[in-house]
């Protein structure tokens, strides 16, 4: 077929903040052979705040056939609409910036869509590694497997051409487009899915071509797969919200494990046989978990990666089935606007603080309902013990500086002088009896599980201080400590779990805990406030955990230090 007979073709490229990727992406379109003048390529920038627009304004400037038009709304179907608005190609395609493509990827494409009277045409995912890291091709191989990524043939490949429910950044005929509508923008992360559910319900059919690859580049660490996979889960039943639905059981499959995972855990003390049936579904998951690892090992005849897969798999599928969850509730609540993934938020610090409450939610709801026993427990022997109420709540300072009562199981004899002093000490004949037992393994501080429930507090985080400590701080102390919400622990937390026994040879608390631990005490908030990531999260769990479960509080280190501030 001569030049000036192909069809013209409209390339749209939604982006935001794709300076890592946008110069391989033009490159390898504008290095394919469908003529260029046959060929337009649409940047839509979601607002990029990086060097994206300067990168792309300059291949703009230098081929005539990119064009970049502004996208305020910053989603991916809000681009698509504005794209397809403004081309002209009798032939659209949907391309993403993370993504290479093959020097025949644009006329394979449109070969297939009219040779086979196809609706869309598409290729498969050549999943690559970020970068040369163990963890991404871990995460890339994974992803390439059925145990993953289920029926998606996009993504585990075909030998031959087949109808699918998707292709990768695949094309249709314009007229395609104009008979189904628009994209819904109210569907800021599941809007391709939607698109191709609304396809094939009216008749319409998908061709997967295997010998057209797209180079897509994983998820690089852990978190990145997390927050991916947990965003995905989301979208795959917040749909239901506005009346429409996943397109296949493997968006469902991940929820059913976690529900069932959950309510086996809360159904364990009232029937043995529960937890049987737990433990045998954990073991079949580990048995399938460990075969698809070795299958993947054995296929890619690597076996360096052995070890990590069944960690990338678990993460897959736990985070997916959470995120699922999570998208249930947000389905049931009102309102109507997640801000996940690809949504105009999705690459700034307030989204990745939002994960981290979607985090918080999940810990204080399991926290609550699975201690639910022993916080009843605690609240009797502390109404028997004394009189009082049974919660101490105590005057903090929160995020942006907000005020609020943190909440403690009581653990001293009720008394309503003001004037005791703002420090306790080890053997304070203030504590109860029932106090020194819930303050050695820091039971009081379960408490604090609803101030987390509330929004109040997080799971990890700076230990909230009474507003007469931050007098002592610095106004760049006080401005970062304060800009995130304050936690039930930290590192500072962990180095000094101990500091009611290091002050108690101290002739005035006040004054040893200002000399001697506030300083270091912020210097490990300040440390946790740079490093803060769901594994860092994870890890300082574990660590308090372990910390408040031994018996032994390295006693000779305590009696060290609290010699040092008898004055």
């Known amino acids: ?59 703009a400037s230098r081929s005539s056939h990119i064009r970049v038009l502004d996208n305020p709304n910053g989603t991916i179907p809000a681009a698509m609409n504005l794209g397809i608005r403004h081309s002209h190609g009798q032939v659209i395609m949907k391309v993403d910036a993370h993504s290479t493509y093959p020097p025949n990827y644009i ?11 196809a609706d869309m045409t598409g290729g498969i ?30 993504k585990t490949g075909t030998r031959e051409p087949r109808w699918a429910d998707a292709a990768a950044f695949g094309c249709w005929k314009r007229e395609t487009l104009e008979k189904l509508g ?14 191709n559910v609304r396809l094939r319900r009216n008749g319409g059919k998908i061709l997967l071509v295997p010998q057209i690859r797209v180079t897509y580049y994983a998820d690089p660490d852990l978190e990145s797969f997390w927050k991916h996979n947990f965003n995905d889960g989301v979208w795959a039943t917040y749909v239901l919200k506005f009346g429409k639905r996943a397109s296949s059981w493997r968006h469902w499959i991940p929820l059913g494990l976690v529900v069932c995972l959950l309510a086996g855990g809360l159904a ?17 998951y580990l048995l399938i978990c460990m075969a698809a690892s070795v299958h993947l090992c054995i296929k890619g005849r690597t076996w360096n990666t052995l070890w990590l897969l069944p960690v990338v798999f678990a993460v897959r599928h736990i985070a997916h089935g959470f995120g699922a969850l999570y998208g249930i509730a947000l ?66 300072l929160g995020r942006h500086g907000k005020p609020f009562n943190m909440l403690k199981f009581r653990t001293m004899y009720w008394t309503t002088d003001e004037s005791r002093p703002p420090i306790t000490t080890k053997g304070d004949p203030r504590v109860t009896s029932v106090g020194t037992l819930l303050r050695k393994f820091k039971l009081d501080e379960l408490a604090q599980l609803i101030n987390v429930l509330r929004g109040e507090m997080s799971v990890v985080g700076p230990r909230p201080e009474a507003p007469f ?23 500072g937390s962990l180095l000094f779990h101990d500091e009611e026994a290091v002050l108690a040879g101290a002739a005035d608390p006040v004054k040893a805990y ?51 501030y008898e004055t």
């Not at 628009?182 to 698109?195: C, K, Q, T």
């Open 331 to 396: 389905t049931l609540m009102p309102g109507s606007t997640w801000k996940g993934r690809r949504s105009p938020s999705s690459n700034n610090r307030e989204t990745d603080y939002r994960g981290r409450r979607l985090l918080d939610i999940v810990c204080s709801m399991i926290g609550l309902i699975m201690l639910s026993p022993l916080l009843v427990a605690l609240c009797l022997v502390i109404k028997l013990d004394s009189k009082g109420p049974i919660f101490y709540r105590g005057a903090r």
């Open 107 to 117: 006329s394979d494409c449109v070969r297939h869509l009219f040779t086979h009277q």
């Open 125 to 154: 995912c050549a999943i690559a590694p970020r970068n040369d890291t163990l963890m991404a091709r871990t995460i890339a191989a994974a992803l390439s497997h059925w145990f993953a990524s289920g029926n998606a043939y996009v």
């Open 182 to 195: 628009a994209f819904d923008e109210r569907l800021a992360g599941s809007s391709d899915m939607d698109f």
């Open 268 to 284: 364990i003390p009232f029937h043995a046989l529960v937890g049987w049936a737990l433990g045998s579904i954990g073991v079949a």
């Open 1 to 59: 077929m001569a030049d000036h007979e192909r069809p013209s073709v409209s390339v749209i490229i939604p982006c935001r903040n794709e300076e890592a990727f946008i110069t391989r992406c033009l490159d390898s379109l504008l290095a394919g052979d469908y003529p260029h003048g046959r060929l337009e390529i649409v940047v839509v920038d979601g607002m990029s705040q990086d060097h994206t627009r300067t990168i792309v304004d300059g291949y």
């Open 514 to 564: 200002l000399e001697h631990i506030r300083a270091e005490k912020v210097k490990e908030q300040l440390r946790y406030i740079r490093e803060r990531s769901l594994l860092v999260d994870l890890r300082i769990i574990v660590m308090t955990i372990a910390t408040i479960v031994t018996t032994r509080f390295r006693r000779d280190n305590v009696r060290n230090r609290s010699a040092s």
């Open 469 to 491: 400590y931050f007098q002592f701080y610095t106004s760049g102390e006080k401005s970062r400590i304060l800009s995130i919400r304050p936690g039930m622990t930290d590192y």
